[in-house]
């Protein structure tokens, strides 16, 4: 079975529905708030196993409500979090979420114990896990812990998944551990050092990046679909699913998952890619981020659509 690690946060969100997202300074009235269980590496995560992974889960939450509520839920989604360790000096991640009537949002997170993960946790942890076919790392976490992973996941020969979100420059040492990097694209225009306003500039952008000694770039772009570049240079454009749009949160976590679920199942990169696709969509027409996700029946059902 196929057997997926993740390196990450873990977070409550804290979400309210608003007609639209408020101007600075502005105060406007919500419609209802709701609590779900979040952080871009439990979503990735959740997702994986949901599509049929084995799945482990590294990480850190603080010794309070949140924190149980968050790996009670894991639990029952089967994922393994005997390596997501209980901080008593910072409370557990939390992501205020505002979604407006067009599922579009705007999200502050305050990270709490999932930045004192220790690259010492991570390391012990990996290397107690059993053998694993893929690693899936994003930014929510010290970088320190992140390169780490990377390293020891590149060692034991395992394929290694780079989701580079939030945004921030990165070490050549960490991208030299890294097979698939998965940029949004701002992201991307970041660690490309070039705007990025369409579809050419969004491909120049991913051979710069490839440039830098990855395997592949898969730049998801919202509302336009997904852009996959490979190391040969080939160039693919996966076009969106039509899906009424209720809340975009989480769908780039549930496209990250879906491409590595789909990599580790022997599926072609660009196959992969549609997979991810295609649970990104399913991710966009229900409210919250953990509570809105796919199982791999449902996905299977919109790809038999096109």
């Known amino acids: 079975m196929l057997h997926i690690v993740v390196v990450g946060s873990l977070n409550m969100d804290l979400v309210v529905r608003t007609p639209r997202l408020p101007l600075p300074g502005e105060t406007i009235l919500g419609q209802d708030f709701r609590t779900i269980p979040g952080g871009k590496g439990a979503n990735q995560a959740v997702v994986a196993a949901r599509l049929g992974a084995r799945v482990s889960m590294v990480g850190r939450v603080g010794d309070d409500s949140f924190g149980r509520t968050l790996l009670n839920h894991m639990r029952r989604e089967g994922i393994d979090i005997s390596h997501v360790e209980r901080d008593e000096a910072e409370p557990t991640g939390i992501a205020m979420i505002t979604v407006d009537a067009g599922g579009q949002n705007s999200i502050v997170v305050a990270s709490g114990a999932n930045f004192r993960l220790t690259s010492e946790q991570v390391a012990m942890a990996l290397s107690n896990l059993p053998p694993y076919d893929a690693l899936i790392l994003q930014l929510e976490s010290p970088l320190d812990a992140v390169l780490v992973a990377a390293r020891r996941a590149q060692e034991a020969g395992a394929r290694v998944i780079l989701n580079p979100a939030p945004a921030r420059p990165l070490p050549e040492t960490l991208l030299d551990c890294v097979d698939v990097l998965i940029p949004n694209e701002s992201e991307a225009s970041l660690l490309a050092s070039m705007p990025i306003q369409s579809r050419k500039e969004a491909e120049e952008a991913a051979r710069r990046l490839l440039d830098r ?91 038999r659509q096109y």
């Open 213 to 303: 000694g990855l395997q592949a770039v898969i730049l998801t772009r919202g509302g336009e679909g997904a852009l996959v570049v490979t190391a040969e240079g080939r160039a693919v454009h996966l076009p969106p699913h039509q899906v009424e749009v209720v809340d975009a949160t989480a769908a780039g976590d549930a496209f990250v998952a879906g491409v590595t679920v789909g990599l580790g199942e022997g599926l072609s990169l660009i196959e992969a890619a549609r997979l991810g696709n295609a649970t990104g969509a399913m991710t966009v027409t229900r409210m919250g981020a953990q509570s809105s996700f796919p199982t791999r029946e449902e996905v299977e059902e919109l790809l």
